[in-house]
């Protein structure tokens, strides 16, 4: 299958500053060596803790930041380092959703503007045509039409995000970052969230990249899921993979942690020390100080790779490299 997005050894470090005159000290490194596809059509979620990487990766794919080294292919065009006007054109075809939709609605604009406002600029639609293409993009996302006067204080969280879905929408895109659209709605609301994101991937046949904390919205929402830990990536598999025959410590430790809906089904948490920055070892291993599986002497010495154990399915765990041959780069 096609890939429409392609991320090759993306790397984002953000120099630390420190001392009297400010000087550059050394660097934070957000992402380290990232690399995987999103086939059209399908939706791959990052996952990981606060810190793991998942939103500068989100933010680098649409160029709202400059990548340090790597390559981003959107559709076979290499967009790394395209000038601002040039990517500006190409802005069109990735939109993002951001996780707070009250901070990402101008407070002064109508809703009808705020939806409108792509269109002046992408498509220098006005006027009547701009206000008609606003009006049915209302009705796709569950709004009515006498909202499109309404500011963004007279609606709830699920209608504030409805009314970013729907200015994503606006110009056509074939690629939308989902930076955790649902964390900041309550439980109700994040399913008709959920739900409409999934209809409209069918309608508009849409590719979503899907970043989370919540395992569970995952499951529910995506094809494949990657794994994130201190910048890299640790785990990837499809969905279905990484719940059923999860194979890294840290992917176990998270999938352990989602409440069963039944009372009676009660599992064993793997509950995690210290946080990931706190227990990171000076080599080795990132999440040595973390693991509750049994320790090889390379885990104290040397940071694995990522490997693929089974068709499609890669781990970067020592207790995995074993029959397994390193991979070059992950393709879904």
């Known amino acids: 299958m096609t890939p429409l997005l392609e991320v090759k050894g993306l790397k984002k470090y953000f120099p630390q500053r420190s001392g009297l005159f400010n000087q550059k000290t050394s660097y934070f490194k957000a992402v380290d060596d990232v690399s995987f596809t999103v086939p059209k059509g399908k939706t791959l979620g990052l996952v990981g803790e606060s810190g793991s ?38 802005r069109s075809d990735i939109q993002m959703i951001y996780q707070s939709p009250a901070a990402s609605l101008n407070s002064r604009m109508t809703i009808g503007q705020i939806i409108a406002e792509p269109l002046w600029i992408h498509q220098k639609m006005g006027g009547y045509q701009a206000q008609q293409r606003v009006l049915e993009l209302l009705n796709v996302v569950g709004l009515k039409e006498e909202h499109y006067h309404r500011f963004p ?18 110009v056509n895109p074939k690629l939308i970052i989902l930076d955790e ?22 309608d508009f046949d849409l ?17 494949e899921v990657a ?3 201190l910048g890299k990536i640790v785990e990837i598999a499809s969905v279905k993979t990484i719940f059923e025959a ?7 430790a998270l999938i352990s942690a989602i409440p069963e809906p039944d009372p009676e089904d009660k599992k064993e948490q793997i509950l995690l020390k210290g ?46 490299t074993t029959h397994s041959h390193p991979s070059g780069e992950h393709h879904a």
């Open 153 to 170: 204080h007279e609606f709830s969280g699920g209608q504030q995000q409805r009314v970013g879905i729907a200015r994503a929408l606006a």
């Open 275 to 320: 946080d990931a920055t706190s227990a990171r070892p000076r080599q080795g291993c990132p999440f040595a100080g973390r693991c509750h599986a049994p320790k090889i002497a390379a885990c104290e010495t040397k940071e694995p790779p990522l490997i693929a154990t089974d068709a499609g399915h890669y781990v970067a765990c020592h207790l995995h």
């Open 53 to 90: 990487g998942k939103t500068t990766i989100g933010k680098c794919a649409i160029r709202l930041l400059e990548p340090t080294e790597g390559k981003i292919l959107f559709d076979g065009e290499d967009i790394s380092h395209l000038p601002r006007k040039v990517m500006q054109q190409r």
């Open 207 to 223: 590719t979503y990249v899907f970043i989370s904390h919540d395992l569970g919205v995952v499951r529910y929402l995506c094809d």
């Open 227 to 229: 794994l994130l830990y």
């Open 181 to 202: 659209p649902t964390s900041a709605l309550d439980v109700s609301v994040q399913a008709q969230v959920l739900n409409l994101l999934q209809q409209l991937q069918d």
């Open 246 to 252: 999860p194979k890294h410590p840290y992917t176990q």
